[in-house]
């Protein structure tokens, strides 16, 4: 079974305080009274898939409202990746972890495994994990390209199909190749090119070398005044009959005359040495500083120069001297496939060639095995509508041929889709009923029960305007849908939740003047009362109606 939804947490969301929800891997089923609050969570589904939302959702009196789901997810490897390419964390296991927090202040906050994330990027993940049925809801049923992936499931083209994209990528790469070779080698870029491989070059360049010279041109540039400045420092410390060194000499001889007075002038005498020893190490340090400063004006201005050259030279091309060298050798590579140029280009040519012609034959492939796929496909689906009440319903795949490949194929798909004889075959996306829509959703999710891409199929109400054994028919096809990906139904007929595998009921109560919205799963009598009530009441007719409707349902009596 593809993802499933393990369990969801609701906190202040509307009329909910706190409501947390375990669910089955199956068919799960979720009914109540009017205005219970079963809405609330397809908002809090809603949410977690990435539809925007605003303050106005959370619970009166609250700072903020929160909704955490966690998914078992079975291709963890392809998530994973997916969500490195965000910087998320990888699922621990096999569990992905997503929450949706809205503040009173207006902040909307969203996080994947604990990682905050976009909105954006929620709704990309969340569209691989649930798909809602309902008004305006997520229904990726309605797009071209989503029911091309499962034409191409239903026909086991999933092989066929993956190396036909790598042989379109690969023409791809290999056309834009031809193009940057055909641009790039135009005669004005060639001259340019070898202008400034040649100038590179006989600049003889070394990395790091405009800093260091730099640092040295300003020490040349002020010798005579470093020079004057360290002479009077070297006076100072040692070339006078006032220095620092010749002071010390007499305060040490007292020092000593004081030792012998008091022997705890030893101290004074130990650090008066130390002190004696830095100053005399400065003094040597500042010899051999003055004596590497050079005054030779023609050393001076070779240094300029070369100041100046490698300043020039990063001007020109705004890259320091590492970067320069990098750019003579792509220049070099660049000038060997010129000289190569006419080789390379019929190369290049032939390669396109040939690929194209893969692309093309594969895609030929892709099509009739999509054809024959989409026949039978349609078939289906049409006896699964007509026993969801389309008695004289029409349902067709079409395709049509594109003038160029695109990484899809060679052909555009689309559902089309008529609920009466004499009406014209339209796009799923044109159907206006929402309550049809569900159905033919239905009809096509039982289709392709084995192949479908996502694991978590929601329907809200999809049973509105249907009676009773249309409704029965509805149970049984999503107990069927259940056997093989988990499926949530938010339902006002008996005869759909009687076939579901776990029953939850939505209640409302009021008290210390709040309403609040509950959730919980019934079991055994509270579900027999429960459909009782669906039935009209809990009269003993209504009873022994709900008691035969597990019974068929396969839940017992």
Same mark, same amino acid.
């Given at each position: 079974?593809?993802?499933?939804?393990?369990?969801?947490?609701?906190?202040?969301?509307?009329?909910?305080?706190?409501? !947390?929800?375990?669910?089955?891997?199956?068919?799960?089923?979720?009914?109540?009274?009017?205005? *219970?609050?079963?809405?609330?969570?397809?908002?809090?589904?809603?949410?977690?898939?990435? !539809?925007?939302?605003?303050?106005?959702?959370?619970?009166?009196?609250?700072?903020?409202?929160?909704?955490?789901?966690?998914?078992?997810?079975?291709?963890?490897?392809?998530?994973?990746?997916?969500?490195?390419?965000?910087?998320?964390?990888?699922?621990?296991?096999?569990?992905?972890?997503?929450?949706?927090?809205?503040?009173?202040?207006?902040?909307?906050?969203?996080?994947?495994?604990?990682?905050?994330?976009?909105?954006?990027?929620?709704?990309?993940?969340?569209?691989?994990?649930?798909?809602?049925?309902?008004?305006?809801?997520?229904?990726?049923?309605?797009?071209? =390209?989503?029911?091309?992936?499962?034409? #191409?499931?239903? /026909?086991?083209?999933?092989? +066929?199909?993956?190396?036909?994209?790598?042989?379109?990528?690969?023409?791809?790469?290999?056309?834009?190749?031809?193009?940057?070779?055909?641009?790039?080698?135009?005669?004005?870029?060639? #001259?340019?090119?070898?202008?400034?491989?040649?100038?590179?070059?006989?600049?003889?360049?070394?990395?790091?070398?405009?800093?260091?010279?730099?640092?040295?041109?300003?020490?040349?540039?002020?010798?005579?005044?470093?020079?004057?400045?360290?002479?009077?420092?070297?006076?100072?410390?040692?070339?006078?009959?006032?220095?620092?060194?010749?002071?010390?000499?007499?305060?040490?001889?007292?020092?000593?005359?004081?030792?012998?007075?008091?022997?705890?002038?030893?101290?004074?005498?130990?650090?008066?040495?130390?002190?004696?020893?830095?100053?005399?190490?400065?003094?040597?340090?500042?010899?051999?500083?003055?004596?590497?400063?050079?005054?030779?004006?023609?050393?001076?201005?070779?240094?300029?120069?070369?100041?100046?050259?490698?300043?020039?030279?990063?001007?020109?091309?705004?890259?320091?001297?590492?970067?320069?060298?990098?750019?003579?050798? =792509?220049?070099?590579?660049?000038?060997?496939?010129?000289?190569?140029?006419?080789?390379?280009?019929?190369?290049?040519?032939?390669?396109?060639? /040939?690929?194209?012609?893969?692309?093309?034959?594969?895609?030929?492939?892709?099509?009739?095995?999509?054809?024959?796929?989409?026949?039978?496909?349609?078939?289906?689906?049409?006896?699964?509508?007509?026993?969801?009440?389309?008695?004289?319903?029409?349902? =067709?795949?079409?395709?049509?041929?594109?003038?160029?490949?695109?990484?899809?194929?060679? !052909?555009?798909?689309? $559902?089309?889709?008529?609920?009466?004889?004499? =009406?014209?075959?339209?796009?799923?996306?044109?159907?206006?009923?929402?309550?049809?829509?569900?159905?033919?959703?239905?009809?096509?999710?039982? *289709? +392709?029960?084995?192949? !479908?891409?996502?694991?978590?199929?929601?329907? #809200?109400?999809?049973?509105?305007?249907?009676?009773?054994?249309? *409704?029965?028919?509805?149970?049984?096809?999503?107990?069927?849908?259940?056997?093989?990906?988990?499926?949530? *139904?938010?339902?006002?007929?008996?005869?759909?939740?009687?076939?579901?595998?776990?029953? $939850?009921?939505?209640?409302?109560? $009021?008290?210390?003047?709040?309403?609040?919205?509950?959730?919980?799963?019934?079991?055994?009598?509270?579900?027999?009362?429960?459909?009782?009530?669906?039935?009209?009441?809990?009269?003993?007719?209504?009873?022994?109606?709900?008691?035969?409707?597990?019974?068929?349902?396969?839940?017992?009596?």
């Amino acid at each position: 079974m593809p993802a499933t939804l393990r369990s969801i947490r609701i906190r202040n969301l509307a009329l909910v305080e706190q409501l !947390d929800w375990e669910l089955a891997t199956g068919f799960n089923v979720v009914t109540g009274e009017t205005g *219970a609050g079963k809405s609330i969570v397809i908002g809090a589904l809603k949410l977690i898939l990435g !539809d925007r939302a605003d303050k106005s959702v959370i619970r009166t009196g609250a700072e903020q409202c929160s909704v955490e789901a966690l998914f078992q997810i079975q291709d963890v490897d392809r998530i994973n990746s997916l969500l490195a390419d965000q910087g998320i964390d990888s699922c621990e296991g096999d569990e992905l972890l997503i929450r949706r927090v809205l503040t009173a202040s207006g902040t909307n906050r969203q996080f994947i495994n604990g990682c905050q994330t976009t909105l954006a990027f929620l709704k990309q993940v969340g569209d691989g994990l649930v798909d809602l049925h309902g008004p305006h809801d997520h229904q990726s049923l309605l797009s071209k =390209e989503y029911q091309l992936q499962l034409v #191409d499931a239903f /026909a086991g083209n999933e092989a +066929l199909f993956r190396k036909y994209a790598e042989s379109y990528d690969r023409l791809g790469r290999t056309g834009k190749e031809l193009e940057d070779l055909e641009a790039a080698t135009a005669a004005g870029n060639l #001259d340019l090119w070898r202008h400034q491989l040649t100038e590179i070059r006989a600049a003889e360049l070394v990395p790091g070398e405009r800093s260091e010279l730099e640092s040295h041109f300003a020490v040349a540039a002020n010798g005579r005044r470093i020079l004057e400045l360290t002479g009077a420092s070297l006076a100072l410390i040692s070339e006078s009959d006032t220095s620092i060194l010749t002071q010390l000499g007499e305060l040490v001889r007292l020092f000593r005359e004081l030792e012998k007075i008091d022997s705890r002038m030893a101290e004074f005498v130990e650090s008066h040495e130390r002190a004696t020893v830095e100053l005399e190490e400065l003094e040597r340090s500042l010899v051999s500083y003055q004596q590497r400063v050079d005054l030779d004006p023609a050393a001076l201005q070779r240094m300029e120069d070369r100041l100046n050259l490698l300043q020039d030279l990063r001007r020109k091309y705004g890259r320091e001297e590492d970067e320069l060298l990098r750019l003579a050798d =792509e220049l070099e590579i660049r000038l060997s496939k010129a000289e190569r140029r006419d080789t390379l280009l019929e190369e290049l040519r032939g390669q396109i060639e /040939a690929i194209r012609k893969e692309v093309l034959s594969l895609g030929a492939q892709l099509t009739k095995d999509r054809s024959k796929a989409g026949v039978r496909l349609a078939k289906s689906i049409r006896e699964h509508l007509q026993d969801l009440g389309f008695a004289h319903a029409t349902f =067709e795949v079409t395709w049509e041929t594109v003038l160029q490949p695109v990484r899809t194929g060679l !052909d555009v798909v689309e $559902f089309l889709f008529s609920p009466n004889p004499g =009406e014209p075959l339209k796009p799923l996306r044109a159907i206006a009923s929402s309550g049809e829509i569900s159905r033919v959703m239905l009809a096509i999710k039982t *289709a +392709l029960a084995q192949q !479908d891409l996502i694991g978590l199929l929601v329907f #809200d109400e999809i049973d509105a305007n249907v009676g009773g054994e249309i *409704a029965g028919t509805v149970g049984r096809k999503m107990r069927t849908l259940g056997e093989s990906r988990q499926v949530v *139904a938010i339902t006002h007929m008996p005869q759909v939740a009687a076939r579901a595998s776990a029953h $939850f009921f939505v209640s409302k109560e $009021f008290s210390d003047g709040r309403t609040r919205t509950f959730l919980k799963e019934v079991r055994g009598d509270a579900r027999l009362q429960e459909l009782a009530r669906m039935l009209g009441g809990k009269t003993a007719s209504a009873l022994e109606h709900a008691r035969t409707l597990l019974r068929d349902g396969g839940q017992g009596s």
